[in-house]
Every structure is written in C-alpha cells, then in structure tokens.
C-alpha cells in the first residue's frame, strides 16, 4: 500500500463499469455493446483484485476473477456468434432494428 | 309288544373321563353332520349359480350332480347319526331295549298287550327296587307339593352308583336329572357383559333322537325328490299353472340345483335347531328355518298362489315369533343366560359359565321354588347366576315366567302351526311335494313341537294348560276341515294340523313322553303319506283332486300299498296277532299315550273333560278321513278315465324311499325301544306328576296316572278309530251311503268347513281389511300433507336457487371480471414500455439500479 | 513509485474506455477497448495479482478483442462501420451514466475502509498474503496458489495455519466452467453454421 488505497482501484472499477453501460446504451453497433459488456465485466474484475487484495479472502477475489474472464471469452464467442447470425439475417448489425421483442 | 315301559332308563354313571370322552365324540360327530348340509348347499348355489357345473348337459339331458350332493351330505348325516347314537347308548349305559333286570323286577315286558294291569305291578316292585336301593336317602316332601313318589330312576340311579362308583366316579351327576346330557359350546360369537352369545350344543337322548329321525326322513326325501324334481331338469321348462296372455304358458329353465341346495339348507337349519344348546341359537335356526320354507314354499316363484303361500306362512310364522321374542327379553332379563342347562363337569372351562335356564328354574328334583312375597308369588332361582353374583338369591315373577312360557310357546304355535296361526299350513301346499312331506314331517313343524318339549321344564302348569286346550282346538279344527277337503295333499295337510295338536295336546295334559313320541311316529308315516301323495300327483301328471282319481292301486301298487300303511298307522289301528298279541303300526302306541295321558288328566282335573273328549272324538274322525283320503284315491271305479289311463307307478328311485319309510311307520314304536329311548330326556319333575299345589289348582298327571288310564284308553280309542274306518268304508269304499245324501242336510255345516272355519275370512275382515283402510288413511296423509309440505319446501328452494343465481351472475362473476379485465389494462399499459429496444432496456437497468439505491439510502441511512 | 504507476494505469484505463464510449468508429473502438484493458492488466500487476493480470492480457487482449475485431471486420462493411447514436440518446445515457457514477463513488467514498480493515484484522488476522509463515514469494507469487486453489487445496489459507478442516477450493466449479466452456464451444459453432443454411447465397 504505497500511497493508494483500495478507494483508487474501486474509483477505476466504477469509471470503467459507467463507462461500460454507458457504452452499452449508447451504441448501436451491437459490436459496441458487445464491448460495453466487456467494459462493465472488466471493472467488476477491477475490484474482485482490489478486495482480494485489501481485504482478508485471499485469492478468492482472484480466483473469482479468473472465472469472469473465461466466463466473459465465452459470452463474448457466444454474442460474436450471435451477432453474426443477426448480421446474415437483417443484413445489419443495428440493435435498434431487433424490436421484435416490443409489445 | 306293548309300547308302555313305566321302567324309567337308568344311567350307569361313568367315570369323568368316559363322560368327557363320550361329550367329545358326540359333539363333533352331530356338529358334522349337522355341518354337512350346509357345506351341500353352499356347494350347490354357489355352483349351480356360478358354472351350471351341477347339472351339466350331458346328451341331452341334464345331470343330476346336485341331488346325489345332497343325498350323500344328509345320508353321510344319518351314518354320522347312527354312530352317535351308538356312542351315545355306549357312554351313557342307557338300555333302550327293556332289560332282563326289568323283566325280572315286573314281567311287564311280556308279550301281552291285553294285560296292562300287571304294568302296575311292574312300577310299584320298580319303585320299590329304587327306594331299596337308595336306603340310605330319605324320601324327602317337598313343600306342599304332595309328590307319590320319588322318581324311581334317580334313587335307583343314585343306589348304583354308591354301589358301583365308590369315591372315583363322576359323583356331579349322581343325582342329577341331566345325567345323560352332554353341553358345551362350539364357538363364541361375542359377549356383552354377561351376554355371551354362543354356538352351544346340548345334547341328550332326544338331540340324538331327533338327528336320527330328521336325517333318515331327509335323506328318503331327498332321494325321492331326485325322481319328482327331474322335470326341472331341462333348460326350458313349462310351467302350466302359470298362463300368460294369450293362453301360452311360462318358460323358464330348470331348476334342479336350486331345489337341492334349499333342502340342504332347510335340513342344516334344522339340525342347528336340534343341535343347539341355547334358546338364542333356536331362535336364530328358527328364523332360518322360516326362510327356507319360505324360500320352498315359494319355488313356483311365478305361480301367484305360490308366492302368496310362500308370504303367508312367513308372515304368519312372523306373528308366533313375536311372542317368542318377548318370551327371550324376559328369559334374558331376570335369567341372564340364554343356555338351556350347563352340565359340564366341575373344572371344565364351560363349568364356569353357571346354571343354564333349566338349572336355575328347577331344583334338582324339577320342583319349582315357589314363594309368596308381599304382593305376589315369585320363583325362587336355584345357583342365581355367575358365582360372584351370590349376595341376594334372585327370582322371577310368577307371571312373568308364565308370561315367557306363553310367548315362547307362541313361537310354537307359528311353527307348528296351531290355532289361531294354522291358516298357513295347506296353503304351504303349494311347494313341490317333497317339500310338503319335508315341511309337515321332520322339519318345520316338528320344530315347534321339538322346542315345546325341549323347553318343557320352563312351561308352568298354567302354561301347559294353554298348550293343551291350543293343542286340542287345533286337532279338532284340522280333522273336521280334512273330512271335507278334496285335494289330496290338503286333506294331507289338515291331517298334519290336527296331528300336530294330539302332539301340543300331549305335551299339555302332563304326556311329555308321549308328545314325542308322536313327533316321531308322525315323522314317519306323515313323511311317507306326503311321499306317496306325491308319487301319485307325480304318476297322474299333476292331478291333486281326489275327486278325478280312483282305482289307482291296479296302476300303482307300491304306491297305494305304501300309502295303506301310512294311513293304518295314522289311524291307530290295531290288530289282534296270536303270538304277539295285540299289536298295532307305530301310531297305534303313540296315540294310545295320548289319549292315555288325557284320561289321567281329566281324572285329575274334571272340569277339563273336553281334553279328553275331544281328542277321542277325533280319533275317529282321523280314521274316517284318512280312509275316505286312500279310497278315494285307490280303490273303486276310477272316476276320470283320462287320468286313469294315463297314471303309472313311478320309478324305482321314488318307491324305494316309500318302502324304506313304510318300514319305519310300521315298526318303529316296537318292542320300546322308541319310548325308553325318548323316556332318557324326559325332564325329572314329569315322572312324578303334581297335585294341585297351592299355586296352581292343577292336577299333572304321573306316570303312574297314566298307566293306570292306559288300558281303558287305548280300547276306547281304538274303537273310535276302527268306527271312523268303517264309516269310511261304508260310504266311500262299497258306496252303501252316498256322501252327497248325509251332505244335503248339513250344507251349512259342509259349507262352513269347507271355507276352512272361515278363518281366512275372519283374518281378512279382522286384519287385512284394516289394514287396507289404515294404508288409504296413510296413503292420504302422505298425497295431501307430506306432499304438500314437501311442494312448498321444494318451490323455497326453487326460489332462493333463482335468487343464488342472481348473485352469482352479478357479485361473485363481477368480482372476477373485475380482477381480470383489471390485469388486462395493466398489461395492455405496460405494453407500451415493452419496446423491443435493447438500448432502451439498459437504460431501464441503469435507472432501476439507481432508483434502488437512492430508495436504500433515503428509507435505510447508515446509522 | 507505486502510486505513480498506478496514476498512469488508471488515466488510461479509464480515459480509453471514454474514448471507447465517445468513439464512434467501430474499429477505433476496438483499440481503444485494447488499450484499456492492457491497463487494467496493469493494475492487476500493481495488486500482486500477477497470474491474473497475465490471465487478463492473454485472453482479453489477445483473445476476446481479436474475436471482437474479427466480428468487426465481418460485419463492419460499409455503412456499418460508423453507426451515428443520436445526441439525445447520448445526453441522456450520459446523464444517467454520471448520476450512476456518483451514486457509485459516493457509496465507496461512504466506507470507511480503515476502520474496516482493523475489525476486519481483529477478527480473522493479518491478511494473507502478510501473514507470517506463507511465503509469497516462495510460492511463486499466486500462480501456485491459484492452481492449487483450482484442485482444491488452499494453501493461501491453510499453509502454517493448524485447521480442523481444510478451507474449501474450487475444484468443482473448474469442472463446471470447464463444461460450459464446452457447451459455448458448440454452441458458437452451431450459431454460425446454422446462417450458412439459412442464407447460402450469401455465405460466399
């Protein structure tokens, strides 16, 4: 603890995750949102490693980062996957044109 | 050999493992035969109903499985019978032939019918034998009741075994009027308390006699009915006294299993009836008895007469059990058993069950203990029940006991038919003819007579009093309406009523012993008279009126030969045969004690002279009717040629059982076996007689009374019955007299007995009428009050539904309308948000979240 | 020298995923998504979590956002490489994204973590990491560790520590994740055949 303290790590999670919805919400590239998802899963990450680091679990947090990253490898071919599906079927990757959910 | 043996049996008294041993072996070879039947009828119901494996086709015609089942069952119950009765003469040492010990103590038994004198002699040396013998027990008087003597057979009994069984014997019995009784029970259905409710057993000499007697009959019956019954054994039967419209008659299968397993039934209940051991269990097979007669009775289901026949002799029956039911409750109430004597021996487990009814109503020398209380007489009752019941002895009201008697013997009177209940009896003509010759023989009837003479020790001399005057109205009535009655079985029927009476009559008048003795004759040449009736209803093609036979013994000779026995005998003829002397069938010795015993009670008591009167009278008129019955039918001219030419002897499987029966009504009342044997039960206070003791201004008859009466009795009877013969002959047989001339001018008599005394007449004004007015008053009530209570009730209903309904329709249906179009609006509301936007949709998140939060902090702010 | 990396680390963290939200080239986006996430590595090394970050440059970095950007050139053809968001949209996300933001740093900010940390300490002992007798270095930094954590055996905890129990591992869900690695395996490659069927005109 060199000056900076678990406050930091958690400001940078919090940054990274707004930035993350934000992205989400914003784009209409489902690329985009599919990095927004990124953004959002890496800053939860952030503090998984602070608290493991500050607090008294141990490599808990470490372990349990470990798992969103293979988890987020994985969403991330699945919505690749996706996407591309949705790409060969409306010849566009606009999110705004799958409305067929609206009631 | 002349049938009166004053000589009571006496019992050689064994030792407790004998006794034990001997009750053992009697008790399961009756119990199985007693068994048997119902095992048959189980087997042919339920297989005669199921599978028609019974009578199966074979050939065209159908077997006859079910009747051999139900001879062997009823036959293998006379083997099992037969061998008891052996046991039963080898356990107790009773002699059922008069001994070398009597002839030497009295030459009563020599061969001369004449001499009845000398009897007297015989019982006084025999008496005298037993007082010796018992020296050293005094003759003890029992409270005003001025006994002659004390019974011979007890004190000679008591003698020998002092002499005989020093110390080691069964020493219970040795005074004890139930010596050669043996009862137990087979199994307990249930106790309420004290109740227990038992199958018990009692048996003595008259239990083996009456197995003896019912399975024999049976099983002749039985074998003659597999020849009447084969015409039902067809699959289309014709029944041709039941028209339909169009003048057809009514079809219908035969059936032959049906009839077999109602027999075997009838002959399981009452062997039950026989058999049991306490007034309950009798009423239970008393009942059971009925319905089979009824079931019987009623086996032309479809003829209307049958059925009508079949209601009333069950409705009749109905009425005399009333009575007996009452006579129960009593007997329940103030004895608190149902047993009818408890002789087990000391330490058995039945031992502690207390004294049976007999028991406790009798002392040992069958005295009642009667005492005069403040306000009425009571009887005193002897080892009051349970043993720790000891602390007050109980009694019964006088009345109430005559009032049990009366009631029990009400029963009776439904049963065997007695006045005023006899109106059921011919109509039970309507029953296949082997039932009738069941019926009126072994069974049914003889039930009431059985348990009139069973129950014998509870009657009160006011009690046997109604017997006897029931019993002779009843005689009387039944022979004067069988003068007149043409159809064969009737006349057959009102023979049996009358006869039934002379049994109730002997009973009453102090004749315990002679009662059944005629039971059992009647048994015999009853069942063979119905037998050969049926032979001849059977050989005529179902013709019964006498009025269309004649001159029948030309084309049925077994038949008619069968027939004359069974009306010699009912007759009481007797002959005069130079060795033997004079000797007579077997209803020649029981009617002769009838009448005998009816003497000696109208000495005793005058002002009751018709007791005597009236059944002498009908001994002739018996004779003149049974006579007129076996002309009519076999000798002379015959009168309708078409039945003449086609009448033929039955098969042999039918006239085999006539010769069999003919056998026993000819010679079972020789040489006394019949009557020492009957003689073994005979209850202890019998013997003895009575003079009028202080509560009763009655004089019973002793045996000694009796046999006084015997000679002067049996010549006036005899005379009555050899008139009434003549008669007979005179007008039906050479035709000297025509009948029409006598009846012209007693056409209101002839009239009168031809309606039967006019008692189903006097029935229906009396009964059935008012029964009808009060239906109508009922049905009335019902149509303008229940009916209307139960229109108004059902139009409230009506209303308040329509007003249900309304509240349905608008509240509760409303509420739920309500609820789901609410949640419709809701939903279509809401729809709106629902914009398929994925964007749109994490920003929804975003918010939630936020708002979330800022509701965390506002409501829960960190203390 | 700590706080200066970590300085470093986090401004471009952070002003990355901006430019990633503010960006509206689709493959701009891509690398500025990479820059932010090798900084994120960074700060993972800065936490000790050396397994970790490495974990994070080889996957994410080298892994996920290669994915991504192939996604991109699949699909980014033309008109789609540029999608405009409209400004309202981006007002409103962006105010509802500061809110957020807020709330976030003023829950953190809410903590007091050194108070925390001495209960913390009261009650369960030093952290583990400082804890006398498990020598970090010794064991390789976490890389051991981790591996011994995802058999099953917790050596972080354990290790010079006398226990009735061992502490729980993660063996199970391993074998779990394993499985669902599988399953998104075929279930990728069943979602991209399934378009050529589809469509075969265009599978070209």
Known sequence: MEGVGINGYLGVGAVLFVCGVVCMATKRNGIGVLMGVELVLNGANVNFVAFSRFGHLGLDGQVAALFVIVMAAAEAAVALAIVLSFYNNHLTVDVDRADELRG | MCGETAVKPRFTHMPLEQYIYTGTVLKWLLGLAWLLPLVGFAIEIFGGAWGKRLDPVAGGRKLRLAGYLAVFCIGTGFLLSLTALVVWKGGTGVALMPTAEAVSHGDHAAPDGGEHGSDDHAVDHGEHAGHDGSGDKPQQATEGDARGQSPAAEAHGHGEADAHQEGGGHEAHANDPYAAAFSGTYYELARFGNLRLTIDYYIDGLTVLMFCMVTLIATCIHIFAIGYMSDELTEDYEDHFVHLSGGRHFHRPGRFYRFFAFMSLFCFSMLGLVIAGNIFQVFVFWELVGICSYLLIGFYVERHSASTAANKAFIMNRVGDFGFLIGLMILWTYFGTFQFANVSPAGSPDAANGPGLFQMVRDSRGDLQVEETADEQVVMLQGSGSADDTSSPRSIPYWLLVAAGVGIFGGCIGKSAQFPLQPWLPDAMEGPTPVSALVHSATMVAAGVYLAGRFYPMFTPEVLLVIAYVGCITLFIGATIAIVATDIKRVLAYSTISQLGYMMLALGVGGWAAGIYHLITHAFFKSLMFLCSGSVIHGCHHEQEMTRMGGLYKKMPITCGAMLVGVVAISGLAFWIPLAGLTGLSGFYSKDAIVASSLAFMAGNPNHFLLFLVPLVTAGITAFYMFRLWFMTFAGQPRDQHVYDHAHESPRVMTTPLIILSVFAVGCAWFGVLENWILTSEPAHVAAGLTSAYHVLLTMPSHHAIHAMHHTAGTAALIAAVTGALLSAVFYWKGLVDPESVRKPFAGVHHFLVEKWEFDNLYDVMFVRPVHVVASWCTAFDKYVLDGILHLLSRLTVATSAWDRKFDETVVDGLVNLLGNTTYGVGRSLQVVQTGRLRQYVMFIVVGVLGLFVLLIMFFPRA | ?204
């Open chain 3, 1 to 204: 020298m700590g706080t200066a990396l970590f300085t470093v680390f986090a401004t471009v963290a952070c002003g990355a995923a901006l430019a990633v939200v503010l960006s509206q080239n689709v493959v701009r986006m891509a690398f500025y998504l990479v820059i932010s996430l090798g900084s994120t590595a960074g700060l993972f090394f800065l936490l000790n979590a050396d397994f970790v970050g490495a974990t994070q440059l080889l996957i994410y970095v080298g892994g996920t956002v290669v994915l991504l950007v192939f996604g991109v050139m699949l699909t980014a053809s033309g008109p789609f490489l540029t999608i405009k968001s409209s400004p309202g949209d981006l007002v409103q996300a962006g105010v509802v994204g500061g809110l957020f933001l807020g709330l976030v740093a003023f829950t953190v900010l809410q903590v007091d973590w050194e108070a925390n940390a001495v209960k913390l300490e009261r009650r369960y002992g030093a952290t583990s990491l400082e804890r006398p007798g498990y020598n970090q270095h010794g064991e390789g930094h976490t890389t051991r560790s981790l591996g011994a954590a995802l058999l099953g055996a917790r050596f972080d905890k354990d290790l010079g520590r006398h226990r009735e129990q061992p502490s729980t591992g993660y063996l199970l869900p391993f074998e779990i994740v394993s499985i669902h690695l599988l399953v998104v395996l075929i279930g990728a490659a069943y979602l991209a055949r399934a378009k050529r069927r589809v469509s075969p005109s265009r599978d070209a």
